[in-house]
T-cell receptor, first 111, second 118 residues
Framework: GAVVSQHPSRVICKSGTSVKIECRSL??????MFWYRQFPKQSLMLMAT?????????EQGVEKDKFLINHASLTLSTLTVTSAHPEDSSFYIC???????FGSGTRLTVV | AQKVTQAQTEISVVEKEDVTLDCVYE???????LFWYKQPPSGELVFLIR??????QNEISGRYSWNFQKSTSSFNFTITASQVVDSAVYFC???????????????FGDGTTLTVKP
């Protein structure tokens, strides 16, 4: 079945630095990927829709300049959290539209 | 707009008890998928089941069973003879299907935290 590989699984970074999270589709081409965020003890909320070769579509309230999404190939979508701050600490998870498959998630802690 | 409601925020049972997690959804789509995921303390999402809107057959997988009733827009999940390892947060989710641009986009319920005590 469709597999999405997400890395890193955990990352700790200093406030003000940037962090990149990668999601790769291993055995299929992912034209569309979705990025979700989960704050502690909350549900998963859609942040943005990533389409290969075009600009991402962000949900209301999500800062597109802070959460940069790049989907330059059919097998790779990246989310970069720029100038991270402690309030960005969260669990980020991607999913591919094809196969409704989720990555394993990235737990970001900003100190 | 789509909505998924998991009315039970927390459930606590004693090992070997049966437990049912409720899920009610709202959608205007005629074609959609419903999911259940398990999120253990380690954080990853563990896929449990996917059911499409045209398949109302109930399903059983080991100690897990699912009851999909389109008439009441419910997709409930039952764990039989619960075990301590079943302790986790369980999410019900609804995804658009078909060939539109939103296909694959998921709406999650708030989750039900299940605690199984020995």
């Amino acid at each position: 079945g469709a597999v999405v590989s997400q890395h890193p699984s955990r990352v700790i970074c200093k406030s003000g630095t940037s962090v990149k999270i990668e999601c790769r589709s291993l055995d299929f081409q992912a034209t569309t990927m979705f990025w979700y965020r989960q704050f502690p003890k909350q549900s998963l909320m859609l942040m943005a829709t990533s389409n290969e070769g075009s600009k991402a579509t962000y949900e209301q309230g999500v800062e597109k300049d802070k959460f940069l999404i790049n989907h330059a190939s059919l097998t790779l979508s990246t989310l970069t959290v720029t100038s991270a701050h402690p309030e960005d600490s969260s669990f980020y998870i991607c999913s591919a539209a094809y196969g409704y498959t989720f990555g394993s998630g990235t737990r970001l802690t900003v100190v | 707009a789509q909505k998924v409601t998991q009315a039970q925020t927390e459930i606590s049972v004693v090992e070997k008890e049966d437990v049912t997690l409720d899920c009610v959804y709202e959608t205007r789509d005629t074609t959609y998928y419903l999911f259940w995921y398990k999120q253990p303390p380690s954080g990853e999402l563990v896929f449990l089941i996917r059911r499409n809107s045209f398949d109302e057959q109930n399903e059983i997988s080991g100690r897990y069973s699912w009851n999909f009733q389109k008439s009441t827009s419910s997709f409930n999940f039952t764990i039989t003879a619960s075990q301590v390892v079943d302790s986790a947060v369980y999410f019900c989710a609804l995804s658009e299907a078909g060939y539109n641009t939103n296909a694959g986009k998921s709406t999650f319920g708030d989750g039900t935290t299940l605690t199984v005590k020995p």
